[in-house]
């Protein structure tokens, strides 16, 4: 083998060899941009050379083409079980696992079973494929091991091998960083319903679909990030191709990536985002798992998620770092990394279904995060001013106590008043105004909005301000 790892790799390569001289089944855990598709194509290779048969498992034909390259890089005649394909009595094969389970009495038991995106192999496909050759080693691989519907690892895999952390591979220039911007959008998820551990997507499009939210988004890229090339994660096929025509309408070229498209298709699209022709890509999951392209610049988040897999996976698609990337932009417009931290944030991972949680910290050194209330930039408490802009960061006052009617009550005044300012702050148009007058239940939350906007402007409200207000407050009445 040819092929050059990364110190970082031989060590997860070996803690796994290590694991698998007591278990038959372990999985192994590396965020995206680890490299997993050249530790695979080293396991597949070693595995080789002693003549063992080593089967890949994947999920999406992008990765069947991705992973056959890098393997015929390094010179390793392999076969592919997929649709279409000859059939192949080569060790080394990459297989669709939608086609395997089709084929599974037409090939040889396999020494070792790779399965990329192991998070998924609590489903019945792949227990199916594991069952079936109960003597071969089975090495899983994945950024997240926990599943969005709450499913156990455990009943698949004995032992789990954690990786390098994101915030390791970013100080050591294997992924580039990041910049996180929470521009708020109004949206309201209260009711709707979950499904499978996370949003229903009927209900979720419903909610998040809309012209005006889909507008202001729009808006927020031009202003912050115009001539990026940005992806775009949205709750349906439906909602991302509105988001698109409201690109294109704005003058930004934008497309839609979805399955039914053909591979000639979706090639050309990919081609023509990575010559900068079009600048976004809109989608629902085919951009969170697997697909790599480096020159990613901008995450934009109009899906809100319960699952963190999703979350974790999204944005690890802009991590890699590219020729004149020097940082990954998120939007995050539906408020994700406060039900999931940070994309760096670190974690403790188990086998038992769900993420243990957040690794714990001491009071002295708990990460917590502040929000600059002038552009938006989500970052972690320390610094007295925005690392983004610049803009000073008002301290919160300590809390104080206040006797009301006999009873000891502790009410933060101060921080009651700088939460109400930057509330206020954010919201930049006049419907964001009505929109949080009406959350605070003003009962004249047109009135106030009009001159809260004129105020802005430094001048007095005029009787079209008194309308215009108006006319958005039955709209929004209307909507709810």
Same mark, same amino acid.
């Given at each position: 083998?040819?092929?050059?790892?990364?110190?970082?790799?031989?060590?997860?390569?070996?803690?796994?060899?290590?694991?698998?001289?007591?278990?038959?089944?372990?999985?192994?855990?590396?965020?995206?941009?680890?490299?997993?598709?050249?530790?695979?194509?080293?396991?597949?290779?070693?595995?080789?050379?002693?003549?063992?048969?080593?089967?890949?498992?994947?999920?999406?034909?992008?990765?069947?083409?991705?992973?056959?390259?890098?393997?015929?890089?390094?010179?390793?005649?392999?076969?592919?079980?997929?649709?279409?394909?000859?059939?192949?009595?080569?060790?080394?094969?990459?297989?669709?696992?939608?086609?395997?389970?089709?084929?599974?009495?037409?090939?040889?038991?396999?020494?070792?079973?790779?399965?990329?995106?192991?998070?998924?192999?609590?489903?019945?496909?792949?227990?199916?494929?594991?069952?079936?050759?109960?003597?071969?080693?089975?090495?899983?691989?994945?950024?997240?091991?926990?599943?969005?519907?709450?499913?156990?690892?455990?009943?698949?895999?004995?032992?789990?091998?954690?990786?390098?952390?994101?915030?390791?591979?970013?100080?050591?220039?294997?992924?580039?960083?990041?910049?996180?911007?929470?521009?708020?959008?109004?949206?309201?998820?209260?009711?709707?319903?979950?499904?499978?551990?996370?949003?229903?997507?009927?209900?979720?499009?419903?909610?998040?679909?809309?012209?005006?939210?889909?507008?202001?988004?729009?808006?927020?890229?031009?202003?912050?990030?115009?001539?990026?090339?940005?992806?775009?994660?949205?709750?349906?096929?439906?909602?991302? *191709?509105?988001?698109?025509? *409201?690109?294109?309408?704005?003058?930004?070229?934008?497309?839609?990536?979805?399955?039914?498209?053909?591979?000639?298709?979706?090639?050309?699209?990919?081609?023509?985002?990575?010559?900068?022709?079009?600048?976004?890509?809109?989608?629902?999951?085919?951009?969170?798992?697997?697909?790599?392209?480096?020159?990613?610049?901008?995450?934009?988040?109009?899906?809100?998620?319960?699952?963190?897999?999703?979350?974790?996976?999204?944005?690890?698609?802009?991590?890699?770092?590219?020729?004149?990337?020097?940082?990954?932009?998120?939007?995050?417009?539906?408020?994700?990394?406060?039900?999931?931290?940070?994309?760096?944030?670190?974690?403790?991972?188990?086998?038992?279904?769900?993420?243990?949680?957040?690794?714990?910290?001491?009071?002295?050194?708990?990460?917590?995060?502040?929000?600059?209330?002038?552009?938006?930039?989500?970052?972690?408490?320390?610094?007295?001013?925005?690392?983004?802009?610049?803009?000073?960061?008002?301290?919160?006052?300590?809390?104080?106590?206040?006797?009301?009617?006999?009873?000891?009550?502790?009410?933060?005044?101060?921080?009651?008043?700088?939460?109400?300012?930057?509330?206020?702050?954010?919201?930049?148009?006049?419907?964001?105004?009505?929109?949080?007058?009406?959350?605070?239940?003003?009962?004249?939350?047109?009135?106030?909005?009009?001159?809260?906007?004129?105020?802005?402007?430094?001048?007095?409200?005029?009787?079209?301000?008194?309308?215009?207000?108006?006319?958005?407050?039955?709209?929004?009445?209307?909507?709810?």
């Amino acid at each position: 083998m040819t092929l050059q790892l990364r110190p970082y790799q031989e060590q997860v390569i070996s803690d796994t060899r290590d694991a698998l001289k007591i278990h038959k089944r372990v999985l192994m855990q590396g965020p995206t941009g680890m490299g997993k598709t050249a530790i695979t194509v080293y396991m597949m290779g070693r595995a080789a050379e002693q003549g063992k048969r080593a089967y890949f498992l994947v999920h999406q034909n992008e990765l069947l083409s991705q992973t056959s390259k890098a393997l015929w890089r390094q010179k390793l005649e392999h076969g592919m079980i997929a649709s279409g394909q000859a059939m192949s009595t080569l060790p080394a094969q990459v297989a669709s696992v939608q086609t395997l389970i089709r084929r599974l009495d037409s090939y040889p038991e396999p020494a070792i079973l790779i399965i990329d995106e192991a998070h998924r192999a609590a489903a019945k496909t792949y227990q199916a494929i594991i069952d079936h050759w109960p003597k071969a080693l089975v090495i899983g691989l994945t950024a997240t091991p926990q599943r969005t519907d709450g499913k156990p690892l455990d009943v698949i895999f004995q032992d789990l091998v954690i990786g390098p952390s994101i915030r390791e591979l970013m100080d050591a220039g294997y992924l580039c960083d990041y910049e996180i911007f929470a521009p708020p959008l109004g949206i309201d998820v209260s009711g709707v319903k979950k499904s499978m551990g996370d949003y229903d997507k009927h209900d979720l499009e419903a909610a998040v679909d809309k012209p005006t939210i889909t507008g202001d988004a729009v808006r927020h890229y031009k202003q912050h990030a115009m001539g990026k090339r940005m992806v775009t994660m949205c709750v349906t096929v439906k909602h991302a *191709q509105h988001v698109a025509d *409201q690109y294109n309408a704005a003058g930004v070229p934008a497309a839609t990536l979805e399955g039914k498209m053909t591979s000639k298709h979706r090639e050309e699209v990919l081609r023509d985002f990575e010559l900068g022709k079009l600048l976004v890509l809109t989608n629902v999951q085919l951009l969170v798992e697997g697909v790599d392209i480096p020159s990613i610049e901008v995450i934009q988040w109009l899906r809100p998620t319960q699952s963190l897999v999703i979350w974790m996976q999204g944005n690890g698609r802009g991590l890699r770092p590219h020729a004149g990337k020097q940082r990954l932009i998120i939007f995050d417009h539906v408020a994700n990394n406060q039900k999931h931290g940070l994309p760096d944030d670190d974690r403790e991972w188990g086998l038992e279904g769900k993420e243990k949680g957040k690794k714990k910290a001491t009071p002295e050194d708990e990460v917590k995060t502040k929000q600059c209330d002038q552009c938006w930039a989500v970052f972690r408490t320390g610094p007295d001013s925005c690392p983004h802009c610049g803009s000073p960061i008002i301290a919160t006052a300590k809390r104080e106590l206040e006797v009301v009617d006999g009873d000891l009550e502790k009410v933060d005044k101060e921080a009651r008043r700088l939460e109400a300012r930057k509330e206020q702050g954010m919201a930049r148009t006049l419907e964001d105004l009505v929109a949080l007058g009406m959350r605070r239940g003003m009962q004249k939350a047109a009135q106030w909005a009009a001159i809260t906007m004129a105020s802005r402007e430094k001048r007095k409200p005029e009787g079209k301000d008194f309308n215009a207000a108006r006319e958005i407050h039955k709209r929004l009445q209307e909507a709810a």
